[in-house]
C-alpha cells in the first residue's frame, strides 16, 4: 500500500515537473496573441494620432504664413502679465517671424548658410537651467547644462544717429527662450533641402547651387516663421536675468513648426515640424 502512495507521489510530481498542460499552454498563448493584438491597436492609434498632430501644426503654420498672422505686442504684453494662465491659452501656437541673414556661399560644402536674426545661441546655459532642469546633473559631476535658444520678443529701443532702431542703454528685453531644436532632435524636417548647424556662427543651410541661392540671397529676402507654444505657469516658466546690463525676461517656450520662406513670393522652401505633443 505505502509502495502504491510513493508510486503515485512520484507520478504527481514527475507530471509537475513536466510543465503546463496543453489547457494551460492554450490559455498563455491565448493571452500572448491578445496582448501583442492590443500593443498593434495601441501603435497604430498612435501613429494616426501623431500623423494628424504633423499635418495639424503644418496646416496652421502654413495658414499663418499665407495670412500674415504673427506674435503682437498686445499678446507680448499679456503674455508677461500676472494673469497670463487667465488670459493665454498654453495650447495655441504664435508665430513669431526673422530675417534669415546669408553668408558667404560654402563652394567646398555646396551650401549656402544663414544666421537667424534676433535669436541668441546659449550652449551649455546655466542662466537658464531652472526653465531647463537636467535631473541628471546632480547625480553626474561634471554634467552640463542643456543648450538653449533665445528669440527676442520685445525690446525697449531708440533710434541712433543713423536712424537705425536699437537696444536703448539699460533697456530691457523680453525673449522666448526653447531648447536648442538645432542640437537636440525636437523638429521633423517635412520639405526642403535644409538642415540645421549645430554651432554658433551659421543656424541654417540649404544645400543647392550658388545660381538657386543668389535671387535669394542677393534680395536678402528669405525669413523664418517660427510656431511656438508658451508656458504660462508663473512661478515654473518664467525667469529673470541680465544680458549686457539689460534686464531680460524670460518665458520658456516649445517650438511646434518652422518655415522657411520667401518674402517676395510667397514660396514656402522648407518645413520643419515637432511630432511629439
Request: neutral net charge; aromatic residues 8%; glycine residues 4%.
Amino acid at each position: 500500500m505505502k509502495r502504491g502512495i510513493l508510486l503515485l507521489s512520484a507520478l504527481a510530481a514527475l507530471a509537475a515537473c513536466s510543465g503546463p498542460s496543453k489547457e494551460e499552454l492554450r490559455r498563455m498563448q491565448l493571452l500572448e496573441a491578445q496582448r501583442a493584438e492590443a500593443a498593434a491597436i495601441a501603435a497604430q492609434q498612435e501613429a494616426q494620432a501623431r500623423d494628424a498632430r504633423i499635418q495639424e501644426r503644418l496646416s496652421a503654420a502654413r495658414n499663418a504664413w499665407k495670412n500674415n498672422t504673427r506674435l503682437g505686442k498686445n499678446t507680448v504684453d499679456t503674455l508677461y502679465a500676472p494673469d497670463a494662465a487667465k488670459k493665454l491659452d498654453p495650447a495655441a501656437t504664435y508665430f513669431l517671424r526673422s530675417e534669415l541673414q546669408p553668408a558667404r556661399y560654402n563652394y567646398a560644402d555646396n551650401k549656402q548658410s544663414f544666421t537667424i536674426v534676433g535669436m541668441r545661441n546659449l550652449p551649455n546655459s546655466a542662466v537658464y537651467g531652472p526653465l531647463f532642469p537636467d535631473d541628471k546633473a546632480q547625480y553626474q559631476p561634471g554634467q552640463l547644462a542643456k543648450s538653449v535658444l533665445e528669440f527676442t520678443l520685445q525690446e525697449e529701443t531708440e533710434e541712433n544717429r543713423l536712424g537705425q532702431q536699437v537696444l536703448r542703454e539699460r533697456g530691457q528685453r523680453w525673449v522666448a527662450a526653447s531648447l536648442n531644436f538645432k542640437n537636440y532632435e525636437t523638429l521633423l524636417k517635412k520639405s526642403g533641402d535644409w538642415t540645421w548647424e549645430p554651432g554658433l556662427f551659421d543656424d541654417l543651410s540649404w544645400n543647392t547651387s550658388p545660381e538657386e541661392a543668389y535671387p535669394y540671397t542677393s534680395a536678402r529676402s528669405l525669413t523664418l516663421q517660427i510656431g511656438m507654444r508658451f508656458c504660462v505657469i508663473s512661478d515654473r516658466c518664467y525667469l529673470e536675468s541680465d544680458y549686457r546690463k539689460h534686464p531680460t525676461h524670460a518665458v520658456r517656450a516649445d517650438i511646434i513648426s518652422v518655415l522657411v520662406a520667401d518674402e517676395k513670393s510667397g514660396k514656402i522652401l522648407a518645413e520643419f515640424v515637432r511630432e511629439k505633443e
